[in-house]
């Protein structure tokens, strides 16, 4: 089946330390998106990509980091530079750049810094 | 700058009672796409319509029903004989054409809650 897969699930990191989320797409979409998001709170841009190799900074891009080195992977970092990074990360993919076409999400993982 | 408002943060009705969920934006463009997402309690968002500026018609798919009033800047939601299974995170959310902003901004989320 088609879809968005984000791993892990769950993710419990250390302070100062650097960890990866991971997000794939085989729906062979162009344009890829990672959200993050708090509690009681909507969706906020971390970073996004229309192509391969080329992304742009979202509202809340510091202490992230991203790469599309390739179409259907879209990983995130999420450095010891964010101060604050528990929180639920989404990431979508949306066929196209036009804004007519929804995105799909992938379900999610949740970042808890012990 | 683009702007999308769900005042509504939290809603409660008794199943089978009609519920409706507010959404206001702001956009300079003259094209826009509105959009509304469900977000069940396992996280992932579900994709439920997309309305572009220009067509103002109301829209209906079973239950649930969008009201679209570009006079109010309004994009309102309504669920006719609520269930159980419709409680969740509602967003809506606008995407623009001019610029840049080829992502969606979305509101704040309304909770709706349907008790049995």
């Known amino acids: 089946d088609g879809g968005i897969t984000q791993s892990p699930k769950y993710l419990f990191r250390k302070e100062g330390q650097n960890v990866t989320l991971s997000c794939e797409q085989n729906l062979n979409h162009d344009a890829m998106y990672w959200y993050r998001q708090d509690p009681g709170q909507g969706l906020r841009l971390i970073y996004y990509s229309q192509i391969v190799n080329d992304f742009q900074k979202g509202d809340i891009a510091e202490g992230y980091s991203v790469s599309r080195e390739k179409k259907e992977s879209f990983p995130l970092t999420v450095t010891s530079a964010q101060k604050n990074p528990t929180a639920f990360y989404l990431c979508a993919s949306r066929d196209g750049g036009g804004p007519n076409n929804e995105q799909f999400f992938g379900p999610g993982t949740r970042l808890t810094v012990l | 700058a683009q702007k999308v408002t769900q005042a509504q943060t939290e809603i409660s009705v008794v199943e089978k009672e009609d519920v409706t969920l507010d959404c206001v934006y702001e956009?300079?463009?003259?094209?826009?796409?509105l959009f509304w997402y469900k977000q069940p309690p396992s996280g992932e968002l579900v994709f439920l319509i997309r309305r572009n500026s220009f067509d103002e018609q109301n829209e209906i798919s079973g239950r649930y029903s969008w009201n679209f009033q570009k006079s109010t800047s309004s994009f309102n939601f309504t669920i006719t004989a609520s269930q159980v299974v419709d409680s969740a995170v509602y967003f809506c959310?606008?995407?623009?054409?001019?610029?840049?902003?080829?992502?969606?901004?979305f509101g704040s989320g309304t909770q709706l809650t349907v008790l049995p």
């Open positions: 959310a606008l995407s623009e054409v001019s610029g840049s902003a080829r992502q969606l901004t």
């Open positions: 956009t300079r463009d003259t094209t826009y796409y």
